[in-house]
């Protein structure tokens, strides 16, 4: 991880990038190698047309909307607001948030203590009602998804194999692995996620055609090489997230992963917006990617999960899911994390979040009641590095 404030000749230097527009409904900025798979349309993207982009991906691309309903959870401000400084560890001097954003490319930042707003910021033309796409946060909202559909009695046990599901992966790779496996990232399979390489398996999975009614993303996981025992090792490849959501989408028996979010979690919680969810070519949502929410509405998610995962007075998961998914699972500690659970991270400062390229997260931390979540199109497609860390520190420590 980087530690290091991105002077803004930088940025402009970057932002300078030759890019190619073509006609058509992936227009402006889709540069004239891009894969035609979604995710490696968006990596193939310049930092002048993410901060654009991302703001309009469902514009875009195909995508279904999550509706919200008639009653909006309210998000007052605080009577106190705090006005935090960024502090570096490694000797440089400390910035204010404005600052910090401008260098960063950070569009939107909110903290949300006991239910209210005590920090709420934009830059770079964002405002309240822009959405912005989450890129990999989607993943813990797809695994939330399963311990509601678990607790609907829509899928019997996260240890069901996945062929269960989608028999087309029979006799493949994923024959032998479970929901579980898929959640943890332990699938075993042989994949590389390499953000930059545009020939690598993020970048080509979703991009073919539908051949006899297979889904494009279950074609290509069907051609994967298994590299490990299933649940023996965690590797990070959206692929799993990716599987799941057509897992889920299954289980569902024709209703969206749109409509489902919807039903459990947008409306009974109060989201004040309607959302997106990209599709793949085949109308299902992308488990791995590419949800389109607005800041407050990030916040509310975060809300969600603090709250024990209840809305409208129903707990909406199983017992127990929310201590599983944020239990490390296969993954050992570092200097910032614990580990990882159900595609949440870990933090070794008592938070947990869903993390997502270029700089998107939702933290909470949940005995302070302190939800904080940001947005971003950093120039770099891993995102702001520690800069995020030291925003998220500095703003517990204002709290406090």
Not at 62 to 82: D, F, N, S, Y
Not at 206 to 215: A, H, L, R, Y
Not at 316 to 327: K, P, Q, R, S
């Amino acid at each position: 991880m980087r530690h290091i404030i991105v002077c803004l000749a930088a940025l402009g230097l970057a932002a300078c990038a030759t890019s190619h527009d073509k006609a058509g409904p992936l227009a402006p900025g889709v540069r004239a190698d891009a894969p035609p798979d979604t995710i490696g349309v968006v990596l193939s993207w310049t930092p002048d047309q993410t901060i654009v982009n991302f703001r309009r991906s469902d514009q875009i691309f195909a995508a279904h909307t999550i509706h919200h309903g008639g009653k909006v959870r309210a998000l007052p401000r605080a009577a106190v607001q705090i006005d935090p400084v960024v502090v570096q560890s490694d000797g440089l001097p400390a910035v204010s948030v404005e600052q910090l954003m401008e260098a960063e490319r950070i569009t939107g930042v909110i903290a949300v203590k006991d239910g209210e707003i005590i920090l709420e910021r934009y830059a770079f033309g964002r405002g309240p009602d822009d959405r912005w796409l989450s890129m990999s946060v989607a993943k813990p909202i797809t695994s939330t998804l399963i311990g509601a559909a678990v607790k609907d009695g829509l899928i019997n046990s996260i240890d069901d194999p996945v062929v269960r599901f989608i028999p087309e992966l029979r006799g493949t790779a994923f024959d032998g692995v479970t929901i579980r496996h898929l959640m943890t990232m332990s699938s075993g399979v042989r994949w590389k996620e390499d953000y930059v390489d545009l020939t690598s398996d993020i970048a080509l999975a979703g991009g073919e055609e539908m051949v006899g009614g297979v889904p494009p993303l279950v074609a290509y996981a069907a051609r994967l090489d298994r590299e490990a025992t299933p649940g023996t090792r965690r590797k990070y490849q959206t692929i799993d997230a990716d599987m799941l959501g057509i897992v889920l989408s299954r289980a569902l028996k024709g209703r969206t992963l749109a409509d489902y979010i919807s039903e459990k979690i947008w409306r009974p919680f109060g989201m004040e917006a309607d959302a997106s969810w990209i599709v793949d070519k085949a109308g299902i949502e992308r488990g791995g990617c590419c949800l389109s929410i607005t800041l407050r509405d990030y916040a509310r998610l975060g809300m969600f999960m603090d709250e024990g995962g209840r809305a409208g007075g129903v707990d909406v998961l199983a017992d127990g899911w929310i201590h599983e998914a944020w239990t490390p699972q296969l993954s050992e500690p570092d200097k910032y994390v614990i580990g990882f659970g159900f595609y949440w991270q870990i933090r070794q400062d008592g938070g947990y979040e869903a993390v997502g390229a270029y700089g998107q997260s939702v933290t909470i931390y949940p005995k302070e009641h302190l939800v904080i979540a940001v947005n971003s199109a950093s120039v770099d497609h891993h995102g702001i590095g520690l800069a995020r860390w030291d925003l998220i520190a500095a703003i517990r420590k204002a709290v406090r």
